[in-house]
């Protein structure tokens, strides 16, 4: 729970920044899937679709790198919001992994063997591109802010944050506090984070609950 109204304020903002370039990334890499000529012929076909995972790769990780980037200063904005002076500690930046993105390929080429025709083929590919690039520039966001977290002196620890809505899982770990060097449990399409607690500073502002939408 924050100190003030205005480091709740802050985490607020980082949270929209983070989710609208995790959603902007994704459906980027899922529409250069239009390029993928399914006429083309086996070989054509995976042709295209390496040169799907080259792009989307250099988007993917060039936004899990923004993701770490933007995580760093919102550590650091926390820690003036909340009345505290951020330490000199360095933060590294999160390596964003886009190894998910290897996984449309195999489950375009399997939907297309099971005969259930293109659409759907396609459609399972769009699904698995956009779960994939999410995850990516989610984990980085994640990872950054786990690591800042532990190695900030000033920081003891941490509790959830979770969207207006989740599930009931997320909606429980959410009112617990977490050290600082207690690890992140994530779901696939997790849209959680992490939110500081401050040495020496009561956590004042209470959040509203989150909806239960999901079991
Ligand atoms: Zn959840």
Redesign the pocket.
């Known amino acids: 729970m924050p100190p003030t109204r205005a480091a709740a304020a802050t985490t607020d903002g980082y949270r929209r920044r983070l989710i609208d370039l995790r959603d902007a990334t994704a459906l980027a890499v899922a529409a250069l899937l239009d390029d993928v000529d399914l006429d083309a012929g086996p070989a054509g076909v995976t042709r295209s679709l390496v040169r799907w995972r080259e792009r989307a790769t250099t988007i993917t990780v060039a936004a899990g790198e923004r993701a770490s980037a933007l995580t760093v200063a919102y550590l650091s904005a926390y820690l003036v919001a909340s009345g505290a002076s951020p330490t000199s500690a360095i933060v590294p930046e999160a390596t964003p992994d886009p190894s998910l993105l290897r996984t449309v390929r195999p489950a375009l080429l399997y939907r297309l063997g099971q005969g259930t025709g293109r659409t759907v083929a396609m459609r399972t590919a769009t699904a698995t591109a956009l779960r994939g690039a999410r995850e990516t520039v989610g984990r980085a966001a994640v990872t950054t802010l786990a690591d800042g977290i532990r190695l900030e002196p000033q920081i003891t620890g941490w509790q959830r944050v979770?969207s207006g809505r989740?599930?009931s899982?997320?909606a429980v770990l959410a009112g617990r506090v977490f050290r600082d060097n207690e690890g992140f449990d994530r779901?696939p399409a997790?849209r959680?984070s992490h939110e500081p607690t401050v040495l020496g500073r009561a956590e004042a502002f209470r959040r509203q609950s989150p909806t239960v939408v999901?079991p």
């Open positions: 979770t989740c599930c899982r997320c779901h997790c959680c999901a």
